[in-house]
């Protein structure tokens, strides 16, 4: 009873319209009175939902995971963004959980809870990260105190990136101390029985996760300072962190309130309005040979109703017969939503061994990638597959080879548009692809040209527009150059 009080408290807290700037500022303390227990994975749903949900929808489409065929996915494969597309993101990201997430801190130092004050400051600095890599600058210093800066102003996005690492060191620090009480149940990310059962367990593999932040936060910043990025990065792998999959989270809503993408799909706007590319479709296609298909395409992509594996052309407004969604490992109301994955983690390694000169330690690290990809999607680490792509030598591993089975690792998660962007040569032009070789959206509306960022959202502008910077989505984030 418990746990279905808790649940139903999580939904109902996820589900409260997102409030604007203004509209926070009228109530500034509206979750003070709950408790800590309560507020915390409120806060975590939020967090979780804001990294997977509409923000991941258009990735996916500038990626070529789904092709965008109504309402406002189709401007997106059009390139042609609207005010509105980052609304939900922003205001889930600000309101329902930076807000709730400041309060959780507030709280935690009250009473000495430590561990729900290390693992608060870990989610805050990946909504931060993850912030900048969409927008560049955005409010922070100011964007919490509403009732003292109504407009806040925008902080620099490189200074940012700064205060993530630092907030991710004082997570671990803070979770490394004694606390009064800790998470268990509540925690979504790594849930635990009871609080000793958390401190056993879960508290570990937050450090870890942690730690894996610290490197692909380290690796983003590849164009800007390639050698140092890569050192960097490296380290906070070899600080300790995920060692299989058994250390990644796993976060599972429960029956009665699934992740982001099972519920988007279950509706006709999901189904309407974007399809499975037919680009993916034909890179998993005969991928290990002549009518051998990657393992992975009958658990990413649903076949239509034919049984075929069909897709939608990139640009095309036309679906084929039948459904053309995802497949179950995503769509399902039981499917894990992903944060950061143990195999993400051996590609960031694997990169970044091989920007540091050590080809060795980056072919070791993609073929650990390839079969952890495999064994957390198909539940088997397939031979074939992995003679073809994941029998690397310090002779034959390239940028390339890493990237494209990251690519196909990183189905329908955002964090595939960093690498893409981060990939481009320095001082490309926006016509010029990154990794994979994509190509413009033949309907594209910017001259050929990629789009390189997101837009700020229509509600900031209203009502913060003396301090919402003048971008398209040709302008770029600051490490991509």
């Known amino acids: 009873m418990k746990n279905k009080i808790l649940s139903f408290l999580v939904i109902l807290l996820v589900l409260i ?8 500022n009228t109530n ?14 409120a806060a975590m749903a939020s967090f979780v939902y804001g990294m997977n949900g509409e923000s991941a929808q258009f990735t996916s489409i500038l990626m070529q995971y789904l092709t965008g065929i109504l309402g406002d996915q189709q401007q997106v494969n059009n390139y042609s963004f609207i005010a509105d597309m980052s609304d939900a993101t922003w205001n889930r990201f600000y309101s329902n959980c930076l807000n709730n997430l400041r309060i959780v801190k507030e709280k935690s130092e009250e009473l000495g809870a430590n561990h729900y004050l290390g693992t608060s400051k870990i989610m805050e600095a990946i909504i931060i990260g993850y912030s900048v890599d969409l927008w560049n600058d955005i409010p922070y210093s100011e964007a919490l105190n509403l009732e ?8 620099d996005a490189a200074a940012l990136y700064q205060r993530v690492q630092s ?6 620090a803070d979770l490394q101390r004694q606390s009064s009480t800790s998470p268990s149940t509540n925690d979504l990310i790594y849930r635990a029985a009871n609080e ?3 401190r056993a367990n879960s508290l570990p593999k937050w450090i870890m996760l942690a730690r894996a932040m610290k490197a692909r936060y380290h690796n983003h910043l590849s164009k800007v300072d390639p050698a140092g990025s890569a050192s960097a990065t490296l380290a906070a792998i070899d600080a300790g962190s995920f060692m299989s999959n058994a250390d990644q989270p796993i976060i599972l809503f429960g029956s009665e309130f699934a992740g982001p993408w099972f519920p988007y799909f279950q509706t006709t706007f999901g189904e309407n309005n974007v399809g499975i590319s037919q680009r993916f479709i034909d890179l998993l296609r005969d991928r290990i040979s002549e009518g051998t298909d990657d393992p992975r395409l009958t658990r990413f992509v649903s076949p239509t109703t034919g049984g075929l594996y069909v897709g939608v052309p990139n640009g095309s407004s036309f679906r084929p017969a039948g459904t053309v969604v995802p497949g179950p490992y995503l769509n399902s109301r039981e499917a894990p939503t992903p944060l950061l994955n143990f195999s993400e983690l051996k590609f960031i390694e694997a990169e970044a061994a091989l920007r540091a000169g050590q080809s060795a330690r980056a072919a070791t690290a993609h073929n650990a990638a390839v079969a952890a990809s495999l064994q957390r999607i198909t539940g088997s680490a397939n031979a074939d597959y992995i003679a073809r ?4 030598t310090e002779s034959t591993i390239t940028l390339e080879k890493i990237m494209e089975e990251k690519h196909i690792d990183l189905f329908l998660q955002p964090e595939a548009w960093m690498d893409w962007r981060r990939t481009i040569p ?3 032009p ?16 910017t001259q050929g040209n990629f789009p390189r960022r997101f837009i700020y959202p229509n509600r900031e502008v209203v009502n913060n527009s003396a301090n919402v910077p003048d971008v398209s989505n040709l302008d770029r984030v600051f490490w991509d150059r």
């Open 430 to 445: 926006n016509t010029v692809s990154g990794l994979p070789s994509l190509t413009v959206s033949p309907s594209n509306t």
């Open 148 to 155: 003292q800066f109504p407009q806040p102003r925008f902080d």
């Open 28 to 41: 500034p303390n509206q979750a003070t009175d709950a408790s800590i227990q309560v507020i915390y994975p």
């Open 389 to 392: 792509y994941g029998s690397e």
């Open 426 to 428: 320095v001082g490309s």
């Open 196 to 198: 000793n059962a958390w």
């Open 17 to 24: 319209s997102c409030e604007t700037f203004d509209e926070i």
């Open 167 to 172: 907030l991710l060191d004082e997570g671990i």
